[in-house]
């Protein structure tokens, strides 16, 4: 069974910065690709980031530029930097992976941003 557990959210006034982690049970490389996603309350989650297995990556156009993902081999952990936070980027953020046609989530993790 794989576990995904998400740390690093919280508080940060606009304009300032948090860095994500998210710690999988297995071996990362494993996994076709690894995203984040997120859910402001009252609308649909959605696709922020996605680094695939052989390391390519893509961001959702909102924060093309602010936020970057990247991956610790070695601690089997996804990474996500987030700079210049907004107002909007306020939600819950979720680890995604997905191996086959099996897909996991982590339990989310707070961001809120204030303006």
């Known amino acids: 069974q794989v576990q995904l557990v998400e740390s690093g959210g919280g508080l940060v006034q606009a304009g300032g910065s948090l860095r994500l982690s998210c710690a999988a049970s297995?071996?990362?490389?494993?996994?076709?690709?690894m995203a984040w996603y997120r859910q402001a309350p009252g609308k649909q989650r959605e696709l922020v980031a996605i680094m695939y297995k052989v390391g390519g990556t893509n961001y959702a156009d909102s924060v093309q530029g602010r936020f970057t993902i990247s991956r610790d081999n070695a601690k089997n952990t996804v990474l996500l930097q987030m700079n210049s936070l907004k107002s909007e980027d306020t939600g819950v953020y979720y680890c995604?992976?997905?191996?086959?046609?099996?897909?996991?989530w982590g339990q989310g993790t707070q961001v809120t941003v204030s303006s």
């Open positions: 297995g071996n990362i490389l494993s996994f076709n690709f």
């Open positions: 995604n992976a997905v191996r086959s046609l099996a897909q996991y």
